[in-house]
């Protein structure tokens, strides 16, 4: 849980809000408000942002480590503080600090993982007005992947990604995470998924299969994002970075999210290292991390 990672001293809070990734990702139709019903896997990795959050009399304020962050309520951690007032009726402010570690746009739902982590400080710093499904429901009301960023570990995610279904823990591994200097606009890669044909689809049941197995040879070979062909289309440096990750020793990689980064499972840290040393020289977000449960 979340509030696990929370420092409470006096007025403020030291959070740490955890990278996801997808282990699996299937985008299943269009629904009526226009969103997508998904099938997917999330994982949380040992890479995380750091927050400090502090309680004040009245106001907020957001400052980052990145000068093109905005720092009003166009940031969803700012709105999350918001909201939280608004719930609550407490008159009060809160001066948030986020160091960022986690790649901007990544597809590792950083944004999602600080907007939790505030709702869960001054939740705590108030003493807890609001429940755990409270919280869980007020921050899936500012992004789809808000709800799991609570909890995190492994689990099955449905719906928007608000229906979510706790698994066995994935088995303990190294993880490398590439992140292109890119962005990609996720409206674009639903759009042409809508219209795409024999897409790869990831096998839910079975990795959910090989995660119970604790097996890492087999959770890296049902690793599938349905979004990764579409994607890899529009930016064929996403493919090149799988192709390499695998040559590298990875047993198996694939894109987390809409992208652009990638992920390799590796068992072996020497050879994630080198191979985290080799896309260092070509590219800026490189990240050796592991599986958190």
């Known amino acids: 849980m979340l509030s696990d990672d929370i420092v409470i001293t006096g007025r403020r809070a030291i959070a740490r809000s955890y990278a996801k990734v997808n282990l699996t990702l299937d985008v299943l139709s269009r629904r009526a408000d226009g969103y997508h ?6 994982q949380t990795v040992s890479l ?10 009245g106001g907020i304020t957001l400052s980052t480590n990145l000068k093109y962050l905005p720092v009003n309520n166009k940031n969803i951690a700012y ?15 809160a ?35 609001l429940s755990d499904e409270e919280l869980i429901r007020a921050g899936a009301s500012l992004g789809a992947d808000v709800a799991y960023c609570f909890t995190g570990g492994t689990q099955l995610a449905e719906g928007i990604g608000e229906i979510l279904t706790p698994l066995p823990p994935a088995p303990k591994t190294h993880i490398l995470l590439v992140k292109p200097p890119i962005s990609v606009s996720t409206a674009a890669v639903y759009e042409q998924i809508d219209s795409a044909e024999n897409m790869t689809r990831p096998d839910t049941d079975g990795m959910i299969r090989a995660i119970k197995s604790g097996s890492v040879k087999d959770v890296a070979s049902k690793l599938c994002n349905v979004m990764e062909s579409v994607t890899v289309k529009l930016h064929p440096v996403v ?3 799988k192709k390499k ?35 260092s020289m070509q590219f800026r977000d490189v990240y050796l991390t592991s599986i958190m449960n």
Not at 37 to 42: H, N, P, Q, R, Y
Not at 83 to 89: G, I, P, R, V
């Open 79 to 93: 709105k999350a503080a918001e909201l939280f007032y608004s719930l609550t009726s407490i008159r009060g402010g």
């Open 48 to 57: 995380f942002d750091l927050l400090i959050i502090d309680r004040t009399d």
């Open 37 to 42: 019903d998904i099938k997917m896997i999330m």
């Open 245 to 279: 990750m695998i040559m590298n020793g990875a047993l198996g990689a694939v894109m987390s999210g809409s992208g652009p980064t990638v992920l390799g499972i590796f068992d072996d840290y020497a050879k994630a290292k080198k191979s985290a040393d080799s896309f």
């Open 239 to 241: 493919g090149g970075i």
């Open 95 to 129: 001066k948030i600090i986020i160091h960022k570690n986690i790649p901007v746009a990544a597809g590792l739902a950083g944004g999602s993982g600080n907007c939790a982590a505030v709702l869960c400080a001054l939740n705590m710093l108030y003493g807890c007005p």
